[in-house]
């Protein structure tokens, strides 16, 4: 699983890596986007729950101290009843003289709405007084009735007992009602003696019920009353828990102080809010489950994930746009490099975009223009490489040399100078074999001397020993490398021009040596010299054609040596009138190495 | 891509989120509560009262409404089938019986989808497919059984009233009931209703003007409603012993004219079977009994706290 995310990572690294900049930076600013507008939506929503969860409690205790007042003001009345009636009836009679019907009558009468009934009993259960009129059922007994034994319990307080079905009077219509007993010890004279007695405030539970529900319908979560014990007084799912079809935690919630505090009942977390209501000890409980809280959040949920929503959509498309609009510059300059890698020098090189582009591409347009110059002088350099090959060539193979050379050996054969025929052909051969080169264009001095000796062995046959020729070559310099045939150009020069048409005998002298580093080649002559104004044409006048010879002049080698080796090197003459002509050969010095 | 074409693909998307959002969100706000009918035997509502509490907490706790559609007459199979059928014309959302005669035939319903919720309570239709949400009726009928062996002598002469055994809430309480009084009693009188006998006082008078009875025992409200009235117009001094929750049983329990009731704890039949509507949960049969529970109440236990609790409902 481990290998396989990692591969998963590793994949979409890739991808993401190979894709366009344009891509990469839509992507990756959307994403930011996303995390970064997903942290602070979450942030916020957590707040606002949070701000929420305070409202609701805030909301729930002003409705709770607003149901407290309420009721304390409806107990209050009730007290108040219990009290008229037995502070201003029943402590100011005779109970053996006159009744108190008439006066209780009036009590009920005028809170009738909150009263079903009011009732005097003494302290055996009979019934001495009862407001509305009614019969007593028969088989009840008083004395057992809870509210009965509760205020004779405490005898100094008023008892308010847990919601019960009046069971005292008989409503041929068939009618119970669920009420709350107010009773209380009264004191009741019958002919100046004094007994006990109690008086019944049975209040309408529905009183309460309505409270209540007025309370319920306006605040989160539900609000319900308990009596000091934690059994119920009301609870708008009475029926519900009376049937076992619901529970409340109402034991547990009447043990908590009042104020704000939060439960888990049946795996629910829920804020209770409880208050306790003055003289009675009943509990006002108000109960927010936190999912209710969550549920009525579910709108501000749904508008956060549809802004969320719109604005990842503009971000994205934002994104692209602003991705498009930063690498179009870029995508049209590497277009312009597509071009240019296709082979095409010419194409127009984009200079729009944003400076940091035009600076790449007015650079790129400058590389190129650098480069087509270069190029162009290497086409250049290659054309005279191959005219000067091609001349060289010619020179190799010059009919002339080749026919009056090989007519000498027939004369030589003819005249059985059997000897130095062999020594001719020998000499020629060797000045062809080192001609050829194998191809080579670049050879050792040595070869390139021994070329020249070759040669001049067979033009001295020729000549008949009109010239001599001294060769000083330092041994040093033998394992160089030289440009081949440049040595036999100018021995064929200093023949033809220099002691061909001498009278005594033309000495030729062939230097070698090293100087500051570099390999110089002298060949002199002691011919008639070279004027002054036509030395320098002869190395720069590529239409001085030679007459004859090989035909190939000193230009030719200039041109050779210096495509090989630079402009540095070449050739020097130094040539006067009558006294002749010396022609300096300078190269660098580079070991020569035989290719395998 | 051009950027118009991105634009206008991005405008698209955009249009397409928004209506996609605010149909969702209006369909959440115009959620409409479904609509349940009632229609319950008898012409009298009062009766239902916890029943009607139950399912008015149901509807309120879950979003429904419930209406509760009367029957011109006591009992009437034709014209319960015709008011299931008008209900469902006029586009209830589901329908809650009480069936007045378990044969009535529920085929010759015509209903907008096969699955469309039909339901009983109290007393149920031969038809395996409507499910019943009542307590026990056989258990029912065995412990009234056990309370009149309990306190009746063997040589008591016992009436049952036979009617409304259409219902096999009423059949069910019977064949409890006969199957345990027969271990103890053997002298027994069937009373029935004849024919023209419109009201159940008229039968009731009859059958105990003609025959002497130690014991009288109803399994329905109306039936033993009539029996008390019947004693009472008659001053006739029979033990009574009855199946029922209704006011005036409750009344004459409470004043000794009945010695002792059985009942059904009708508020949760109310609520559950609107809950079962109305969020979907399916009780299952064999655990009805589990839910809706009954009760055995007499004089002396009236007024206990679980008895009240269940019995009375609340009057505003």
Redesign the interface.
């Known amino acids: 699983m481990k290998d396989r995310i990692n591969k998963l990572i590793r994949r979409l690294t890739k991808t993401y890596q190979r894709r366009s900049i344009q891509f990469t930076i839509s992507i990756s600013f959307t994403a930011i986007a996303i995390i970064s507008m997903g942290f602070v939506g979450l942030t916020l929503y957590e707040k606002y729950i949070e701000n929420s969860k305070q409202l609701v409690t805030q909301k729930n205790k002003q409705l709770i101290d607003q149901a407290s007042l309420n009721l304390n003001t409806y107990i209050r009345n009730m007290m108040n009843i219990s009290d008229t009636m037995y502070y201003s009836v029943i402590k100011s009679k005779d109970l053996a003289i006159e009744d108190m019907d008439k006066e209780m009558a009036l009590l009920y009468e005028v809170n009738k709405d909150n009263l079903i009934s009011i009732a005097c009993f003494d302290d055996s259960g009979k019934l001495i007084a009862a407001s509305p009129v009614a019969t007593m059922?028969t088989?009840v007994s008083v004395q057992s009735q809870d509210w009965f034994i509760q205020a004779n319990r405490k005898i100094e307080n008023l008892h308010f007992s847990k919601p019960?079905?009046q069971?005292l009077f008989?409503?041929s219509n068939?009618?119970?009602?669920?009420v709350v007993s107010l009773s209380r010890v009264v004191s009741l004279t019958y002919q100046g003696n004094t007994s006990r007695g109690i008086l019944l405030v049975d209040m309408n539970?529905?009183d309460i019920?309505?409270l209540f529900s007025k309370v319920n319908a306006k605040g989160e979560g539900y609000v319900y009353l308990t009596d000091s014990e934690g059994e119920l007084i009301y609870h708008p799912?009475?029926?519900?828990i009376?049937?076992?079809?619901m529970e409340e935690n109402n034991k547990t919630a009447a043990q908590y102080e009042d104020g704000t505090h939060m439960e888990t009942f049946q795996k629910e977390e829920r804020a209770v809010v409880v208050k306790t209501v003055g003289y009675t000890g009943w509990k006002i409980i108000s109960v927010t489950p936190i999912k209710e809280i969550a549920i009525n959040l579910n709108q501000f949920k749904?508008f956060t994930v549809?802004i969320l929503?719109?604005s990842v959509?503009?971000i994205?498309?934002g994104n692209?746009?602003i991705s498009?609009k930063v690498t179009n510059p870029i995508r049209k300059l590497e277009k312009s490099v597509r071009d240019l890698e296709s082979g095409n020098l010419n194409s127009h090189i984009y200079t729009g975009g944003s400076h940091e582009i035009q600076h790449l591409g007015k650079t790129i347009t400058s590389m190129v223009n650098q480069m087509k110059y270069l190029m162009d002088d290497i086409v250049k350099e290659q054309e005279e490489k191959r005219k000067s090959e091609l001349d060289a060539l010619q020179s190799q193979i010059n009919p002339h040399f080749l026919y009056n050379t090989l007519d000498s050996i027939v004369w030589m054969v003819e005249s059985e100078r059997y000897p130095e025929a062999i020594s001719m052909v020998t000499a020629l051969a060797s000045l062809f074999r080192i001609s050829l080169s194998k191809g080579k264009n670049i050879i050792s001095i040595k070869d390139e001397i021994e070329h020249a000796k070759n040669y001049l062995k067979i033009q001295k046959v020729r000549y008949k020993d009109q010239f001599s020729v001294t060769l000083d070559i330092d041994p040093q310099i033998m394992n160089y490398s030289t440009i081949k045939l440049i040595v036999q150009p100018l021995l064929e020069n200093a023949i033809y021009y220099g002691v061909e048409s001498m009278r005594d005998e033309g000495m030729i002298t062939i230097r070698g040596y090293e100087e500051e580093g570099d390999i110089y080649i002298e060949v002199s002559d002691n011919g008639m010299g070279i004027p002054f104004e036509e030395q320098s044409l002869l190395l720069t006048d590529n239409n001085r054609a030679r007459k004859r010879g090989s035909g190939i002049g000193l230009i030719n080698v200039q041109q050779r040596i210096q495509l090989y080796f630079g402009k540095e090197y070449g050739l020097q003459i130094q040539s006067e009138l009558d006294e002749g002509t010396t022609i300096i050969i300078h190269l660098p010095k580079v070991e020569y190495k035989e290719e395998k | 891509m051009k950027r118009v074409s991105w634009i206008v693909v991005g405008v698209c998307f955009l249009s397409l989120f928004l209506i996609i959002s605010s149909q969702v969100y209006s369909e959440k706000q115009t959620k409409s509560s479904k609509q349940i009918s009632v229609i319950l035997y008898g012409n009298n509502i009062d009766r239902w009262q916890s029943l009607k509490q139950g399912m008015e907490q149901a509807g309120k706790d879950y979003e429904g409404e419930v209406n509760y559609v009367l029957m011109s007459l006591e009992h009437d199979k034709e014209e319960q089938l015709s008011l299931i059928q008008r209900e469902i014309d006029n586009h209830a959302d589901a329908v809650i019986i009480a069936a007045n005669d378990s044969s009535m035939d529920l085929s010759s319903i015509r209903l907008p989808s096969k699955k469309y919720p039909i339901l009983c309570v109290e007393s149920g239709v031969d038809n395996q497919d409507i499910a019943l949400v009542s307590a026990d009726n056989y258990k029912m009928g065995e412990s009234l059984a056990m309370e009149v062996i309990d306190h009746e002598n063997e040589i008591a002469k016992i009436a049952i009233v036979m009617n409304h055994q259409q219902r096999d809430s009423v059949k069910a309480r019977y064949e409890g009931f006969y199957n345990k009084i027969v271990e103890k009693f053997d002298n027994f009188t069937f009373w029935r209703s004849e024919k023209g006998e419109n009201r159940a006082i008229i039968f009731a008078q009859r059958e105990l003007t003609q025959e002497a009875v130690d014991v009288v025992v109803a399994l329905d409200n109306s039936s033993l409603e009539a029996v008390i009235d019947a004693t009472l117009n008659l001053n006739k001094n029979v033990k009574i012993y009855g199946i029922a929750n209704s006011d005036k049983a409750v009344y004459y329990l409470d004043n000794g004219k009945v010695k002792t009731l059985v009942y059904q704890d009708e508020f949760s039949i109310g609520y559950i079977s609107v809950k079962s509507i109305l969020d979907g949960t399916t009780y299952k049969k064999e655990k009805m009994s589990h839910y809706i529970k009954y009760h055995v109440v007499d004089d002396t236990t009236l007024y206990l706290p679980e008895n009240q609790h269940v019995l009375f409902p609340f009057v505003k």
């Open positions: 059922k088989d019960h079905v069971e008989d409503d068939f009618r119970y009602y669920w539970f529905s019920e309505q799912r009475q029926k519900m009376y049937t076992n079809l749904f549809i929503g719109v959509i503009v994205i498309f692209i746009l498009q």
